[in-house]
């Protein structure tokens, strides 16, 4: 019984192990083009999602400031995406509700994305676009829900994870 459960772990975890986010916008680890930040648009930018572990039965994209001065601040909470989207195009519509899924509320106070805005002069701030597989179909929480819940909610939940980083400065 053993080896049938390191097999079905090793199994699942080589099907995880392309998975991947990315922007066609900016390289891993470059500065976020100013279009996507409060100096610019403020839009969300194109992301692709590829090789989502079969075993998903939802996704949820997070993105996380993790150098603001008063701690991780949340910028963007998808969630209750299908496990078969591809990826999300530039300027998703901010709102609870978009497109069949649903978008919380962020540390801005409103539902959709709010692009990086650091304090002048901060230094560079990474902004981590984490993209989440679950094993829930749905997270049982309305439209709008505040951002740390609906990231509190998917703990324990998480088949795997895939991430694409920026930096912004001002």
């Given at each position: 019984m053993r080896r049938v459960y390191l097999l079905l772990l090793f199994w699942?975890?080589?099907m995880a192990a392309g998975f991947k986010i990315y922007s066609p916008a900016f390289d891993y680890g470059a500065p976020i083009p100013s279009r996507y930040t409060c100096d610019g648009a403020d839009v969300s930018p194109p992301l692709?999602?590829?090789h989502v572990p079969a075993n998903a039965a939802s996704l949820v994209l997070a993105?996380?400031?993790?150098?603001?001065p008063g701690g991780t601040f949340v910028h963007w909470v998808a969630y209750d995406l299908p496990p078969g989207l591809k990826g999300l195009p530039e300027g998703v519509p901010?709102?609870?509700?978009?497109?069949?899924?649903?978008?919380a509320l962020n540390d801005f106070g409103f539902a959709g994305y709010g692009g990086?805005?650091?304090?002048?002069?901060?230094?560079?701030?990474?902004y981590f676009f984490t993209l989440f597989a679950l094993d829930l179909p749905g997270l049982g929480l309305g439209p709008g829900a505040p951002a740390r819940e609906v990231l509190a909610a998917i703990k324990g939940h998480v088949l795997a994870e895939a991430e694409w980083m920026g930096v912004?400065?001002?």
């Open positions: 699942g975890m080589a692709v999602f590829e993105v996380l400031d993790p150098d603001a901010k709102g609870p509700l978009v497109d069949g899924f649903k978008q990086p805005c650091p304090p002048p002069g901060h230094g560079p701030h990474r912004y400065q001002r």
